[in-house]
T-cell receptor, first 113, second 111 residues
Framework: ETGVTQSPTHLIKTRGQQVTLRCSSQ?????VSWYQQALGQGPQFIFQ???????GRGNFPPRFSGLQFPNYSSELNVNALELDDSALYLC????????????FGPGTRLLVL | GEDVEQSLFLSVREGDSSVINCTYT??????LYWYKQEPGAGLQLLTY?????DMKQDQRLTVLLNKKDKHLSLRIADTQTGDSAIYFC???????????FGTGTLLAVQP
């Protein structure tokens, strides 16, 4: 158990819809990162939040956005869903700083039809 | 750009040793990680190594790092059927905290 939880576990949406995925980090973990893992691939970095501010972003379009809250929870929002957004979305939390171990949640599996 | 590569598949017999290899391109990576992913599950951190180390041993796991060649390996001694999973190598993105993952190696353990 990593102490990181995600909801929902599974989700089905249709193209063009919007989705919000949630993550709850361990207490004291100020940094949360979100990753997208397409089928048969390794996770790809979407973005990272540190103390409620975006702190780095991967090669994802602006329709992927996030929020981090003071209670160590965070959200990943995806607008105008596309079929290729179907993937496992993972959040990972850490105390912060390079080299700090990132603890992953179990993920949310999103299917876009 | 930053990249991490792994072989796709490894098959071993129960009780044998498994060696999973990985190469990375970002020489500024400070830490290198091995994660395990079982079907339908998230990522479990197995072990990690600091870039100024050559080797790290943790029970059945041995990590070897050749920083000059940017080559990382994970050896699992006495491999068990429960070790069957996908293993991901990851490098930290230098100055940032992001992780760059390989495509994963599927380890199949035959009884």
């Amino acid at each position: 158990e990593t102490g990181v939880t995600q909801s929902p576990t599974h989700l089905i949406k249709t193209r063009g819809q919007q989705v919000t995925l949630r993550c709850s980090s361990q207490s004291g973990h100020n940094t949360v990162s979100w990753y997208q893992q397409a089928l048969g691939q390794g996770p790809q970095f979407i973005f990272q939040y540190y103390r409620e501010e975006e702190n780095g972003r991967g090669n994802f379009p602006p329709r992927f956005s996030g929020l981090q809250f003071p209670n160590y929870s965070s959200e990943l929002n995806v607008n105008a869903l596309e079929l290729d957004d179907s993937a496992l979305y993972l959040c990972a939390s850490t105390i912060g700083g390079v080299g700090e171990t990132q603890y992953f949640g179990p993920g949310t599996r999103l299917l876009v039809l | 750009g930053e990249d991490v590569e792994q072989s796709l598949f490894l098959s071993v017999r129960e009780g044998d040793s498994s060696v999973i290899n990985c190469t990375y391109t970002d020489s500024s990576s400070t830490y290198l990680y091995w994660y395990k992913q079982e079907p339908g599950a998230g990522l479990q951190l197995l072990t990690y190594i600091f870039s100024n180390m050559d080797m790290k041993q943790d029970q059945r796991l041995t990590v070897l790092l050749n920083k000059k060649d940017k080559h990382l390996s994970l050896r699992i001694a006495d491999t068990q059927t429960g070790d069957s999973a996908i293993y991901f190598c990851a490098a930290d993105g230098g100055a940032t905290n992001k992780l760059i993952f390989g495509t994963g190696t599927l380890l199949a353990v035959q009884p």
